[in-house]
């Protein structure tokens, strides 16, 4: 795929999901640095406009900006076309790599969390959550799943179907049945897009509700998420964008008028105090460590390299 169509597929959803994308967008800059065959003036010129396409295709999830930071870390000093081309290539496969190891720790880490007979409850589709549902249910616990339709793009559609192929009990919910259910649920499992230097979760909209609904009944709210989905740009007091997205995804094909305005957020905020713990490759950690993790896990070379 060139920068043009992964960009393309990141924004019109094709690719969707904070890590995969985060993936897809390492990816493309790796795959420029491979094909190069100019000088290293137009290899980081190209570089640059790649990563400006992948960064303005959504603009919510930090993952995003991590894996482009992590793909072109420190490139800029390089002397020569092929030193940048081998450093590009090299940080991205870590990148991708420590990615992909990260979903098995975190399935590992967040399994023992799941007791054999839970029912879990799961928002939207979640690499990162359901790698733990998918860990347990391989270890042979006993688990039923209960997962929201998660409007307007039915994300738990897929969510449904990944752990029914998988054979784990599951059921599907409209997310305002969420209350209704929450009686007879022993774990909330959901996934992050950013998670702020104050501990606050991004996340997929109607996260916050499931938070609060989850605190009212004490049942534990737990956040699947690998380290580059904290954020150091918060650390600056920059604040998250939330998307928003076109009144057709609500709509469909029902009969609204012209005259109804649609709002479409696509992610919202959950405070950390409805958080009981983050399921992270480092280990369970409360929502309160995210700003040791973003300096001493992400470190300087995420934070101060790239805002000055
Ligand atoms: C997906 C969503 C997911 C997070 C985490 O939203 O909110 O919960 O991205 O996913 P969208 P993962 O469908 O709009 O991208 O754990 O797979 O990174």
Same mark, same amino acid.
């Given at each position: 795929?060139?920068?043009? +169509? ?5 924004? *019109?959803?094709?690719?969707?999901? #904070?890590?995969?994308? #985060?993936?897809?967008?390492? @990816? ?6 491979? #094909?190069?065959? !100019? ?16 960064? *303005? ?5 930090? *993952? ?9 870390? =420190? ?8 030193? &940048? ?6 940080? *991205? ?8 190891? $990260? ?6 880490? !967040? ?30 616990? @006993? ?16 969510? &449904? ?16 049945? &969420? ?46 998420? +690998? ?9 600056? =007091? ?30 919202? $905020? ?18 309160? $460590? ?19």
């Amino acid at each position: 795929m060139s920068v043009q +169509e992964t960009a393309e597929a990141i924004r *019109s959803m094709e690719i969707r999901g #904070a890590g995969r994308i #985060a993936r897809a967008g390492v @990816r493309a800059l790796c795959e420029i640095a491979e #094909a190069h065959s !100019g000088d290293r003036e137009s290899l980081l010129k190209d570089l640059d406009d790649a990563k400006e396409q992948i960064l *303005s295709s959504r603009p919510t999830a930090i *993952s995003l900006w991590n894996g482009v930071q992590a793909a072109m870390h =420190g490139v800029a000093d390089l002397p020569s076309a092929e030193s &940048v081309k081998e450093r590009v290539v090299e940080n *991205s496969r870590a990148f991708i790599g420590r990615s992909e190891r $990260a979903m098995g720790s975190i399935g590992r880490i !967040g399994a023992n969390r799941i007791r054999d007979g839970d029912v879990v409850l799961t928002h939207c589709n979640s690499h990162a959550a359901l790698s733990v549902i998918k860990e347990a249910h391989r270890q042979g616990k @006993r688990l039923e799943v209960i997962a929201t339709e998660s409007r307007p793009w039915r994300q738990g559609v897929i969510t &449904v179907n990944e752990l029914a192929a998988e054979g784990v009990p599951v059921t599907m919910i409209v997310d305002s049945a &969420v209350r209704s259910v929450m009686r007879s649920v022993d774990l909330v499992l959901v996934g992050a897009d950013t998670i702020t230097s104050s501990g606050v979760l991004i996340n997929k909209i109607g996260t916050s509700q499931i938070a609060l609904i989850a605190s009212e009944a004490r049942v534990p709210f737990l956040v699947c998420s +690998e380290t580059y989905k904290f954020s150091p740009v918060t650390l600056f =007091g920059e604040l998250v964008e939330i998307e928003e997205r076109g009144r057709a995804e609500i709509i469909g094909d029902a009969d609204v008028s012209e005259n109804v305005e649609v709002r479409n957020p696509v992610f919202d $905020a959950t405070p950390p105090e409805y958080i009981d713990s983050m399921v992270t490759e480092i280990g369970m950690i409360p929502p309160f $460590a995210a700003y040791e993790v973003i300096v001493k896990i992400l470190g300087p070379d995420y934070i101060f390299e790239n805002k000055e």
